[in-house]
């Protein structure tokens, strides 16, 4: 005769209960010290990285180099030598790519989440986007230099650098706004329709309210791409020694601020080249911080 269910979950309940072998705790062990071992060597070149950069751009992090002007070499000393502009023109290029990407790129997955889903339409820009987030981003730069200033609709400036960036941040956005909206469970779209709310209502005051902390995420990552590029900016800003005159003018980036640093002859550059990356470390950083705490302020408020 089999046993009634409540032998059943007793005798479970009592398996559980019982130690693991040796044999599963030697290797629960084992994979847990592997996987440890694989993720501290996965750190070591990002930790690398950031101690050198520390270890080069402290030395002349000053208050000067956010305020003043880049010195004409030869550089003696003294001579005030900063990089203000280069932060300007990255916030300008970064801020303009933000307003041209993000909007689209929530929009877009918002489509491909909740509206196009399997549809044809759907289907060709999901496959699109995904091809974009995997293309170079010199051809960016490429894309936007044919776009805009062969066909004089703008010269090299901030705005062309900007909507480089842009192309990068796009499809960055999208997949992950779709990706955040496929994660919120869909018990709470039917409550919101079984209240009555529309399917607007329902799409953007409760699906995208409660994925705004993975869309935030996913917004910052193309923010911390799109800042560290360089290639997109040559073909499209230039660069310039002066302070931005406008959104229409040749304009300065701390990246490739950097990049014509590391090249130069003079060491006095060399140097500001590692105070130049940090401080772009740090920019990123403290925007990654920000946007954090705003999503965490927004969940506890909920």
């Not at 705790?25 to 694989?38: C, K, Q």
């Not at 974009?132 to 609709?153: Q, R």
């Not at 230039?238 to 302070?243: G, K, N, T, V």
């Amino acid at each position: 005769m089999s046993a009634s269910y409540p032998e059943k979950l007793n005798n479970a309940i009592v398996g559980l209960q019982q130690p693991l072998s040796v044999y599963r705790t030697v290797f629960d062990y084992g994979m847990s010290a592997i996987a440890f071992i694989l993720t501290g060597i996965a750190l070591i070149p990002l930790i690398a990285i950031l101690l050198e950069i520390l270890r080069q751009g402290l030395p002349n992090l000053r208050l000067e180099v956010f305020t003043t002007l880049p010195a004409p070499p030869p550089i003696l000393p003294g001579d005030p030598d900063g990089f203000g502009n280069a932060i300007v023109g990255t916030l300008m290029m970064v801020g303009i790519a933000s307003l041209i990407s993000i909007p689209v790129g929530i929009m877009t997955g918002i489509f491909l989440a909740e509206f196009g889903q399997t549809s044809a339409i759907a289907n060709s820009v999901r496959f699109i986007t995904t091809i974009l987030t995997g293309v170079p981003s010199i051809i960016a730069g490429v894309f936007a230099y044919g776009v805009l200033i062969l066909n004089h609709i703008t010269q090299f400036s901030a705005v062309a650098g900007g909507f480089a960036l842009s192309v990068i941040m796009l499809p960055i956005v999208a997949l992950t706004t779709e990706q955040a909206l496929k994660l919120v469970p869909h018990s709470q779209r039917l409550a919101s329709a079984a209240l009555g709310a529309s399917r607007f209502q329902t799409t953007f005051k409760v699906a995208v309210a409660a994925a705004i902390p993975a869309i935030t995420t996913g917004i910052l990552l193309a923010v911390a791409r799109a800042a560290g590029e360089t290639a997109p900016l040559i073909f499209t800003a230039l660069f310039s020694d002066i302070w931005p005159e406008g959104v229409f003018e040749p304009s300065p980036a701390l990246s490739t601020l950097i990049y014509k640093y590391a090249q130069s002859p003079d060491v006095t550059q060399n140097k500001m080249a590692w105070t130049a990356s940090l401080v772009l470390v740090g920019l990123v950083l403290c925007i990654s911080i920000l946007s954090r705490l705003a999503t965490r302020q927004r969940s506890s408020n909920r």
